[in-house]
C-alpha cells in the first residue's frame, strides 16, 4: 500500500546527543517536506526538497539538516538536541502541485 | 507572501448541528485551497479541496465554498458527528508558475459533544 512512513513515533533523548528522524514514501513523490507541529497545533515549516539532491530552508528557523539521496527517503537530523528542538515534527510529500499526503509524525522529547 | 488568516481557534458543537470553519488569504494568484482534518496522534489528512476555477464543491456531509473576489474560503460540515472532532487546517497556494508549497492557517478544533 501506497503510504508515508515516519519512524520513530515517540523519542525521548538527553540533552546533546544527535538523533536523525526518519521519514520514507512509496508513492514515487518527487516534492517532500519536513514541518515543525507547535502544542498550539500551527504548522511550521522547516525543510523541503522538490528532487534527489535538492534541498531548501523553510520559513522556520531551524538547527536541523535534511538529505535527499533517494527519491524515497527523506531524513532529519539534529546535531545536538536542546530542549527547546522539543517538538512534533511531521514529514509530508506531494507529487503534483495538489495536496500533500502526511505522516503520522515523531514526538520529539529532548530532556 | 501569502497570509492565511483561520476562525474560530475553538468551534463546540452538539452533534447533528452544523460546523463552519471560515479563512480568509492575502494574495490573489493563490488558486487552490485544501482542507486538511488531523485526528489526535495522526498526522493531518487532505479530506477535500477547491480550485480558484469553482464556487463550491460537496462530498458527503463536507462542503467548500470559495468567494475570489473577497479572497476568503469556508469548510462546512452538515450533520456533525463525534467523530468529526478534530483539528482542521485550511491552506492557500499557487499552482504552477508560483511556488506549490502551501500557506497553512492556524488551525480549529472541532469539539462535537454526543
Known amino acids: 500500500e501506497a503510504d508515508i512512513y515516519q519512524t520513530p513515533r515517540y523519542l525521548v533523548i538527553g540533552t546533546g546527543k544527535k538523533i536523525t528522524l526518519e521519514c520514507s514514501q512509496t508513492?514515487?513523490?518527487?516534492?517532500m517536506y519536513w514541518y515543525q507541529q507547535d502544542p498550539g497545533m500551527e504548522l511550521h515549516l522547516i525543510h523541503y526538497?522538490?528532487?534527489?539532491?535538492?534541498?531548501e530552508k523553510g520559513d522556520l528557523s531551524s538547527e536541523s539538516t535534511v538529505s535527499r539521496i533517494r527519491t524515497e527517503h527523506f531524513p532529519l537530523t539534529l546535531e545536538s538536541a536542546r530542549p527547546s528542538h522539543t517538538s512534533q515534527y511531521l514529514c509530508?510529500?506531494?507529487?503534483?502541485?495538489?495536496?500533500?499526503?502526511f505522516g503520522s509524525g515523531t514526538r520529539l522529547t529532548v530532556v | 507572501g501569502e497570509n492565511v488568516e483561520q476562525h474560530p481557534s475553538t468551534l463546540s458543537v452538539q452533534e447533528g448541528d452544523s460546523a463552519v470553519i471560515k479563512c480568509t488569504y492575502s494574495d490573489s494568484a493563490s488558486n487552490y485551497f485544501p482542507w486538511y482534518k488531523q485526528e489526535l496522534g495522526k498526522g493531518p489528512q487532505l479530506i477535500i479541496d477547491i480550485r480558484s476555477n469553482v464556487g463550491e464543491k460537496k462530498d458527503q456531509r463536507i462542503a467548500v465554498t470559495l468567494n475570489k473576489t473577497a479572497k476568503h474560503f469556508s469548510l462546512h460540515i452538515t450533520e456533525t458527528q463525534p467523530e468529526d472532532s478534530a483539528v482542521y487546517f485550511c491552506?492557500?497556494?499557487?499552482?504552477?508558475?508560483?511556488?506549490?508549497?502551501?500557506?497553512f492557517g492556524r488551525g480549529t478544533s472541532l469539539i462535537v459533544h454526543p
Open positions: 526538497s522538490y528532487g534527489v539532491n535538492s534541498t
Open positions: 508513492m514515487g513523490h518527487d516534492k
Open positions: 509530508a510529500s506531494s507529487g503534483s502541485i495538489y495536496g500533500y499526503t
Open positions: 491552506a492557500a497556494s499557487r499552482g504552477s508558475g508560483g511556488s506549490y508549497i502551501p500557506t
